[in-house]
């Protein structure tokens, strides 16, 4: 059904890896012994764009005469993002899409049915107030059931929240870039700035990278068990990796679709100075790619940029399962305590897009004719030459031997 969703598109490769059992997914660990009632796996493609997604989707679900549905659906192309949850034990999935602005329009209009007698349907005007517990959330505003209530009726709750921003005057930003050489074994470096914010947080924060590598990359996890060479690389341990971990099969065998990588990075250096940058370097490696026509030897490849966060001890007099918004099971969550608190950095791409590009060397089979004849010729002038050496050798001994015949003859 998955391959349903992707289509190519110029400068994108959108060959799924699937395979009929779940060899194709990663399985997260259990790190942190989180109550999850079976194992979590994960799966990572990236799509061009989601609309052949929500044509399947609004097909399946919407009925063909209900308008509404049809419209609301269209919508979620312009959606900032989109969470599928789907819960085994009840057989419930739940879609929940996220706009950061009005989709389609600069005016927000929203055209809500009349909800039948066996449905309610409430519509709250909500916005963020300042909380009076910083690991909280606040929201106010109005809420309202339609066709029961006569006006809106104000309305301010509370809850703890799993995710934070760091705060307005902080600097908390990253770069991503790949420093030139890239060839097989590409350097990953997160750029930060000097004024890096991490004042507000408490001491035992740490400052983590999570990871999300397709197959044609992968990580040496006994490279990173160095301290040594973690520490000339501004990175503290590695906490986590999980998904393909083969050092030496090339790209087109691997069946599964990558691997996510957490680790921690280490404070900033002593020896940055107050108006510069620092950055920490992650090491890669370049699976062998397929062979393809007319690439001139080299390929572009998408990278996702990593989620970069502060990740606090778990305080156990907040309950996160309160939280209407709280989004969970994102992967690095799960690597995690429960109730750990996570302050995000928000990413500056260049391009405006979190997709890193980098450029790789691969065969051109355009330019591979004449390999095959030449490796022809080197093995037959290899053995040619082997049989040459024998052949002298040989001789050597039959002239070494004629020789000492004949001296045993001279002396009798």
């Known amino acids: 059904m ?32 989180s109550p999850l009632p079976s194992k979590v796996f994960q799966y990572y493609q990236n799509l061009h764009s989601i609309h052949h997604f929500l044509n399947y989707v609004r ?22 993002y989109l969470d599928l949850d789907y819960d085994t034990l009840s057989s419930v999935l739940t879609l929940s899409a996220y706009w950061d602005r009005s989709p389609g329009s600069a005016v927000w209009t929203e055209t809500i049915p009349a909800p039948s007698a066996k449905n309610k349907v409430e519509v709250g005007i909500l916005s963020n107030e300042r909380p009076a517990d910083p690991r909280e959330l606040s929201i106010g505003g109005f809420l309202t059931v339609v066709g029961d209530d006569q006006k809106p009726s104000q309305t301010l709750f509370s809850f703890a929240s799993r995710h934070h921003p760091l705060p307005a005057r ?19 470096r997160i750029t930060f700035p ?5 004042s507000s947080l408490k001491d035992s924060c740490s400052l983590n990278a999570y990871l999300t590598l397709p197959s044609y990359l992968f990580i040496d996890k006994y490279q990173l068990s160095d301290p040594v060479f973690l520490s000339s690389k501004n990175l ?5 990796l999980y998904g393909e971990a083969d050092l030496e099969a090339p790209d087109w065998i691997i069946n599964r679709w990558g ?31 397929k062979p393809t026509s007319g690439n001139n030897g080299r390929v572009e490849l998408n990278v996702p940029w990593p989620i970069i966060f502060w990740a606090c001890p778990p305080d156990d007099e907040i309950d996160i399962s309160v939280n209407p918004f709280d989004r969970a099971n994102l992967g690095y969550d799960l690597l995690f305590p429960p109730n750990t608190i996570f302050h995000h950095l928000s990413p500056i791409p260049p391009n405006g ?12 089979l355009e330019q591979t004719y004449y390999i095959e004849p030449g490796t022809v010729l080197v093995i ?19 002239l070494a031997s004629i020789k000492t015949s004949r001296n045993k003859l001279r002396a009798e």
């Open 194 to 198: 000097s004024t890096l914010e991490s």
């Open 2 to 33: 998955l391959k349903r969703f992707c289509r190519p598109a110029p400068g994108l490769d959108c060959e799924l890896k699937l395979t009929a059992n779940q060899e194709t997914f990663s399985s997260i660990p259990d790190l942190a012994e």
């Open 259 to 289: 691997s996510n990588l957490l680790i921690e990075i280490a404070q900033r250096p002593h020896s940055v100075q107050q108006s510069g940058e620092w950055h920490a370097d992650i090491p890669l490696h370049l699976r062998y790619l």
């Open 380 to 398: 037959l002038a290899g053995f040619l030459w082997i049989c040459l050496k024998l052949f002298k050798a040989t001789q050597l001994d039959a």
């Open 236 to 240: 503290e341990k590695m906490r986590s």
């Open 59 to 80: 097909q399946n679900i919407c009925v063909s005469t209900d308008d509404w549905c049809q419209a609301r659906f269209a919508t979620i192309l312009q959606a900032k």
């Open 353 to 364: 897009t979190l997709l890193e590009r980098l450029t790789v060397p691969s065969l051109d």
């Open 170 to 188: 902080a600097i908390s930003t990253f770069e991503v870039s790949f420093p030139f050489p890239t060839g097989l074994h590409p350097t990953f």
